[in-house]
């Protein structure tokens, strides 16, 4: 699944060129734009949707303070439904991950693409450890599994494209959900759209996977599920699903949700992490509620990603845990 955040103006002036790339390869993505940014170009949103492509709602402002306290998200989310109506629009991604599973259900949103397997490197870093989509609520939640575009380049320093085709060598073997983000602001100067061609090329050959747009997964996870039209009625116990999120520890162990904390864990070296310049001047969330949760990610800023092999074992050793 092909997903981009169109964080600026510049990057929504490079979405009919990025619509046009993936077009060339067969591929559908969904643009998730933010309503009060830049001077929304309503005619590039139908045209996206004329020619098969989704539009999603990106955040509000995109100036990280959404998630500042509950009172401000409550009245953002009321705006953020009026667009989602407005644009008769299903999904949401929030700006920078910033993310808290119980206040997001005051959104009117099919889907929500704010969470993630594992990333060290956002200002929220943690992991759903998830390679499905899964309930969370009122919505369904389907979680990126591959590296961000801007962290591949900018903070990997990758030149090609192999992270993201040996992500997708791991998600297959658990039959999983390869969903990547990325953004024509980025793409639109240096390696990041060559490699994402690549890439794409790749996946075009490799072939023996179902490409769709973000609500057709949505709406077939929940049907699989038998909760297509169980409505506002399905409200989980929100609380417990808070829980979603692990904790990647740097000797290579997991925390798995709802664990304490291991109590004796050797002190590690805290490299200052990267900031991505779509962060710069913009206030880091200070309290959404979820730090302090055990078991809930949030304070590995600086460590390294997981090895793949170790990410894999780690994935089976779950997948064995829960069956
Ligand atoms: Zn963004």
């Known amino acids: 699944m092909l997903t981009h955040d169109v964080e600026t103006a510049e990057g929504q002036a490079f979405v009919r060129r990025l619509a046009d790339v993936d077009e060339s390869y067969g591929f559908r993505s969904s643009f998730n734009l933010v309503p009060e940014r830049y001077p929304l170009d309503y005619g590039l949103i139908d045209e996206l949707r004329a020619r098969g492509f989704e539009v999603g709602v990106h955040g509000l402002r995109h100036d990280g303070k959404l998630f500042r306290s509950r009172q401000e998200f409550e009245r953002r989310a009321q705006q953020i439904n009026h667009y989602l109506r407005e644009w008769g629009a299903l999904g949401f991604r929030a700006p920078l991950t910033h993310r808290h599973a119980e206040w997001m259900q005051a959104l009117e ?16 870093p943690g992991g759903t450890m998830s390679l499905w989509p899964f309930i969370l609520g009122r919505f369904v939640e389907l979680p990126y599994t591959l590296v961000q575009d ?19 060598d791991v998600i297959e073997k658990y039959h999983g959900l390869a969903l990547l983000n990325s953004h024509p602001d980025y793409m639109a ?5 060559a490699i994402y061609r690549e890439f794409l090329e790749q996946m075009k050959d490799r072939g023996g996977f179902w490409h769709a747009l973000p609500r057709d997964v949505a709406r077939w996870w929940r049907s699989r599920l038998g909760v ?10 929100v609380p417990d699903t808070l829980a979603v999120e692990a904790m990647f520890h740097a000797d290579g162990s997991i925390t798995l949700p709802g664990e304490p904390a291991p109590r004796e864990r050797a002190p590690r070296e805290r490299a ?8 710069r001047g913009e206030e880091p969330v200070r309290d959404a509620g979820v730090s302090q949760r055990p078991g809930y990610g949030g304070q590995l800023a600086g460590e390294r990603p997981q090895d793949l092999e170790q990410a894999a074992a780690a994935v089976e050793a779950a997948v064995e845990d829960v069956s």
Do not use: C, H, I, N
């Not at 801007?150 to 997708?168: C, F, H, I, Q, S």
């Not at 200052?272 to 962060?279: I, L, Q, S, T, V």
């Open 109 to 124: 949103v099919e889907y929500d693409l704010s969470f993630f397997d594992t990333d060290p490197y956002e200002p929220m």
């Open 150 to 168: 801007y962290t591949l380049t900018a903070v990997m320093g990758e030149t090609t494209p192999r992270l993201w085709l040996d992500k997708v």
């Open 189 to 193: 100067a240096g390696p990041g759209l």
């Open 228 to 237: 297509l039209d169980a409505g506002p009625e399905r409200q989980l116990d």
């Open 272 to 279: 200052p992490r990267e900031r991505a310049p779509r962060e």
